[in-house]
């Protein structure tokens, strides 16, 4: 008998995303610039995750990956397809929306309470956030005098006191200096260690491969594999490394067995 598997968290059934851009192709019509195109951006992604489980979303620039995380944590509505999931799940750094009149001090405690914390929650975590943030003495001043790099600090420093079931961690959206990033990773190691399920798009295969346990391999708004993290991203290496030295064919015939390997163990959802 099989031992029990971790509960399901999250399911993506068939997402499609197709965004209306700029025609930017040739021709005379002189109103051609104000002709929108769709560009399918997503095209059919399904697959499941169970709760243990930290998925490392790879995939070249303009994958789809960003994309994928907005949809998975609501923040935008697929074309088609559907988000199952067994908690919110957030993504890191959109949090609570903050009111620029009020100082940081009070921003802070009203970011906390808005994710769900209690008064006497927010009372003991605010120090901390404060800390992570520092901005000096300015947390007492309102938020509006603020440079955008201390707003970015604090904005990331309440967000990462959430406790999230199922967190989605976007590099693109980290946030400061080296030193203020050294500090956050501690906050976000210990926001990664307390939630069930993790998603981080991250272009370091160290990253990858330390804090993950599967990763899914995004190629032009399709995945292409999903597995075991070194072998993937060694995978992933040999495609983009022959991309790198032009080697089109071979790099295409290379992708071809991927997807053709990834084929026969894809999920597939009951309909109706
Ligand atoms: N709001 C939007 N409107 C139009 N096109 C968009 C929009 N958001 C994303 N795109 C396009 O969708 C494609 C996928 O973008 P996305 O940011 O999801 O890729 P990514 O894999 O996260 O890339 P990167 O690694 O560069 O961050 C890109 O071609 C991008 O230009």
Known sequence: MNAAKPPITLAADDIHMTYQVRYTGKGR?????LRRVPKPVLKGISFYVREKEFVGVIGRNGSG?????????????PTSG???????????????????????????????LAMGFTP?????????????????????????TYSSGMGARLRFAISVAARPKILMVDEALATGDA?????????????????????????S????????????????GEVVADGQP???MEQ??????ALAREEYEYAAEFLGKVKEAYGVQRPAFNRG
């Not at 019509?29 to 610039?33: M, T």
């Not at 990956?65 to 509505?77: D, Q, V």
């Not at 030193?179 to 069930?196: H, N, P, V, W, Y």
């Open 29 to 33: 019509n002189p109103l051609n610039h």
């Open 65 to 77: 990956k960003s994309t994928l995380l907005r949809i998975l944590a609501g923040l935008e509505t």
């Open 82 to 112: 559907r988000v199952f999931s067994s908690a919110k799940p957030q993504l890191l750094g959109v949090g609570a929306a903050l009111m620029p009149a009020l100082s940081g001090h009070e921003n802070v405690m009203l970011g906390l």
């Open 120 to 144: 006497e929650e927010a009372e003991e975590i605010r120090p901390s956030v404060i800390d992570l943030a520092q901005i000096g003495r300015a947390i007492h001043t309102p938020m509006n």
């Open 179 to 203: 030193s203020f990033q050294e500090r956050s990773k501690a906050a976000m190691d210990a926001m990664i260690e307390r939630a069930g399920t993790v998603f981080l798009v991250n272009h």
């Open 205 to 220: 295969r160290e990253a990858i491969e330390g804090m993950c346990n599967r990763v899914i391999w995004l190629e032009d």
């Open 230 to 232: 070194e072998q993937k």
């Open 236 to 241: 992933y290496m040999v495609y983009v490394s």
